[in-house]
C-alpha cells in the first residue's frame, strides 16, 4: 500500500527568476521525520510543429546546464497562471515565427517527480503559417525543418537528447 507523506514544515531556501527550492520536513508513517528537497517551476510548453512537407521544425541552442548545443522543438516557459495553449502559441511565434491553425495538447508530464514539480505540456501544431521571429533578449538560436522519419531516426541514434523533444516526435509520429 502507498502511503503519502504528511507536510510538517516548509522552508522556501531560494527564489530566482525560472525555479524556486524549498526543503520540507515530512512525517513518513513507521519511519518518523525525513526532508525533502523540492525544486518548485512554473513549468513549459514544446511544440511539435510540422510544416505541409511532414517535416517538424527543430531549433538548435546551446544549453548551459549540459554546456552543448542540442536539438529541441519549440519551447518556453509558462508565466505563473498562463494558459499552456496560450504559452504555446506565444513561444511557437518568438521562437520560429509561425503560426499554427491548428494547435492540440497531445501530452503532458513531470520531467523528474522526485525532485521537481516541473510540468510540460506537449502541443501538436499544423497548418503553419510562416512569419517574423521574435527571440527574446537571451535567446540564441538555429531553427531546421527536418523530416519527421529522419527526426525520430536522431532519436533512435541519440542525436536528439531532449526529453521532451524525443516524446514530443514519437508521439507525433503515431499521430500523423
Not at 521562437?95 to 514539480?117: D, V
Request: charged letters at 30%; a negative charge.
Amino acid at each position: 500500500m502507498v502511503v503519502e507523506e504528511k507536510t510538517i514544515s516548509s522552508d522556501r531556501i531560494y527564489t530566482g527568476k525560472v525555479i524556486s527550492v524549498k526543503v520540507d520536513t515530512v512525517e513518513v508513517e513507521n519511519k518518523g521525520y525525513q526532508k525533502r528537497e523540492i525544486v518548485e517551476h512554473c513549468g513549459a510548453v514544446g511544440i511539435v510543429a510540422i510544416n505541409e512537407k511532414n517535416e517538424v521544425i527543430l531549433i538548435k541552442q546551446f544549453r548551459k546546464p549540459i554546456e552543448k548545443v542540442i536539438w529541441e522543438i519549440p519551447a518556453g516557459k509558462l508565466e505563473p497562471g498562463e494558459n499552456p495553449k496560450e504559452c504555446a502559441i506565444r513561444e511557437l511565434k518568438e521562437e520560429t515565427g509561425y503560426e499554427a491553425q491548428n494547435l492540440r495538447l497531445i501530452h503532458k508530464f513531470y520531467t523528474s517527480a522526485g525532485f521537481s514539480n516541473q510540468k510540460i505540456y506537449i502541443y501538436l501544431a499544423t497548418g503553419l503559417k510562416p512569419g517574423e521571429n521574435k527571440l527574446d533578449d537571451d535567446e540564441s538560436l538555429e531553427m531546421y525543418s527536418i523530416s519527421l522519419e529522419e527526426a525520430h531516426s536522431m532519436i533512435a541514434k541519440n542525436e536528439i537528447e531532449d526529453a521532451k523533444t524525443a516524446i514530443g516526435i514519437l508521439l507525433a509520429k503515431e499521430l500523423i
